[in-house]
């Protein structure tokens, strides 16, 4: 079974920037990968999400600040995150799921859910 693990998360002032990485256990070239990123006490929320097609797609909040590359020779994906705010604060999660995407727009998220999701990585963004 697919297994991820995040790495890269930290702390940075609120306009800086951070990468995060997902490193897939096997090949992905033909999994649905995804980013959330989850706050205590509040719904995890969908960040991106990039497709077996190169394509990636992402929340209706993230507006530019972050995207979502691949690197299908080493099977990492990233997301970059630039002018982090202090709401971008939280727990970032990576998922794989075989298949293309099915995207549910303007979410970051696919529909059905992902449930194969890394142990996660903490971004903490101070002023």
């Known amino acids: 079974q697919m297994h991820v693990v995040e790495s890269g998360g930290g702390s940075a002032q609120a306009g800086g920037s951070l990468r995060l990485s997902c490193a897939a256990s096997?090949?992905?070239?033909?999994?649905?990968m995804g980013w959330s990123r989850e706050v205590p006490g509040r719904e995890r929320e969908g960040v991106g999400v990039?497709?077996?097609?190169?394509?990636?797609s992402y929340a209706h909040w993230v507006k530019g600040r972050f995207t979502i590359s691949k690197d299908k020779v080493k099977n990492i994906l990233f997301l970059q995150m630039n002018n982090l705010k202090l709401e971008d604060s939280a727990m970032y999660y990576c998922?794989?799921?075989?298949?293309?995407?099915?995207?549910?727009?303007?979410?970051?998220?696919?529909?059905?859910?992902?449930?194969?999701w890394g142990q996660g990585t903490q971004v903490t963004v101070s002023s």
């Open positions: 096997e090949d992905s070239d033909q999994y649905c």
């Open positions: 998922a794989a799921e075989p298949g293309p995407c099915i995207v549910v727009p303007g979410r970051g998220n696919v529909d059905p859910p992902f449930g194969n």
């Open positions: 990039f497709d077996t097609s190169g394509s990636a």
